[in-house]
C-alpha cells in the first residue's frame, strides 16, 4: 500500500525554539496533505489542511502564524512550530491523499511526538 | 457535546471473543464513515469505508451504519491478540474530501 513517511517521529525542544515537521508521500502524488493533532486521551483534531503550491486552510483556532504548513512539492509538506511552548506538546500526524485511482485514499504518517520543556 | 463520541475504554477480552465497538454522531451532515485501527505511537491504519446504512464485511471485520440513529459499529470476529489496539471511527461530511472527524478511538486488549 501506499506510504506516507513522517519525520522525526519524537522531538524534544527547549520553549521558544522552532521545530519542523516533515511529511513525505513516497510512491503517490499528494495534492492534498492533512495535519492533525492528538492530545493524550483526545481525538485527531483536524489542523489545516495544505495544498500543493497554494496556503494552507486552517481549522478555528488555529494560530497560522505559530503553525507554519509548506507544501512545495506534491511529495511534501511541512509543519513548523514556531516559539513552541510546552502546551504545544502533542503527537502530530499528518495524512496524505491520494488521487490515484477511485475511492477513499488517504494515508497516514507514523505520527511525531513533540515535547516541549 | 463532541460531534462524535466514542467509549475510550479500555476494553479487554479474551482470545476468540466477538468484539463490538461503537460510535454516535450528532452531525447529520455525516455520510462517510471510517474505521481505522492505530498502534501505539503509529499513524492509524483504515480498515473498514462505507457510505450507507447497512453493513460491509471484510474478513474478520463487519462495519454497520445506521444513519437514523446516527450510530456506527465495528464488529471483530474471532478476536487475536494481534488485534489489540487502539480503534478510531472517523467520519466525514460529503464534500469535504480527506477533512475527518475522529471519536476519542477505543483501547483493546485481546488476551490469549
Known amino acids: 500500500g501506499a506510504v506516507v513517511s513522517q519525520h522525526p517521529s519524537r522531538v524534544i525542544c527547549k520553549s521558544g525554539t522552532s521545530v519542523k515537521i516533515e511529511c513525505r508521500s513516497l510512491?503517490?502524488?499528494?495534492?492534498?496533505m492533512f495535519w492533525y493533532r492528538q492530545f493524550p486521551k483526545q481525538s485527531l483534531m483536524l489542523m489545516a489542511t495544505?495544498?500543493?503550491?497554494?496556503?494552507?486552510?486552517?481549522e478555528q483556532g488555529v494560530e497560522k502564524d505559530k503553525f507554519l504548513i509548506n507544501h512545495a512539492s506534491l511529495t511534501l509538506s511541512t509543519l513548523t512550530v514556531t516559539s513552541a511552548h510546552p502546551e504545544d506538546s502533542s503527537f502530530y500526524i499528518c495524512?496524505?491523499?491520494?488521487?490515484?485511482?477511485?475511492?477513499?485514499?488517504?494515508?497516514f504518517g507514523s505520527g511525531t511526538q513533540l515535547s516541549v520543556l | 457535546q463532541k460531534e462524535v463520541e466514542q467509549d475510550p475504554g479500555p476494553l479487554s477480552v479474551p482470545e476468540g471473543a466477538i468484539v463490538s465497538l461503537n460510535c454516535t454522531y450528532s452531525?447529520?451532515?455525516?455520510?462517510?464513515f471510517m474505521w481505522y485501527r492505530q498502534y501505539s505511537r503509529k499513524g492509524p491504519e483504515l480498515l473498514m469505508y462505507?457510505?450507507?446504512?447497512g453493513n460491509k464485511e471484510d474478513g474478520r471485520f463487519t462495519a454497520q451504519v445506521d444513519k437514523s440513529s446516527k450510530y456506527i459499529s465495528l464488529f471483530i470476529r474471532d478476536s487475536q491478540p494481534s488485534d489489540s489496539a487502539t480503534y478510531l471511527c472517523?467520519?466525514?461530511?460529503?464534500?469535504?474530501?480527506?477533512?475527518?472527524?475522529f471519536g476519542q478511538g477505543t483501547i483493546l486488549t485481546v488476551h490469549p
Open positions: 495524512s496524505a491523499r491520494s488521487v490515484e485511482g477511485a475511492g477513499e485514499k488517504l494515508f
Open positions: 510512491d503517490f502524488q499528494a495534492t492534498t
Open positions: 495544505s495544498n500543493e503550491g497554494s496556503k494552507a486552510t486552517y
Open positions: 452531525n447529520s451532515a455525516f455520510q462517510y
Open positions: 462505507t457510505y450507507s446504512s
Open positions: 472517523a467520519m466525514r461530511k460529503g464534500t469535504s474530501y480527506g477533512k475527518l472527524t
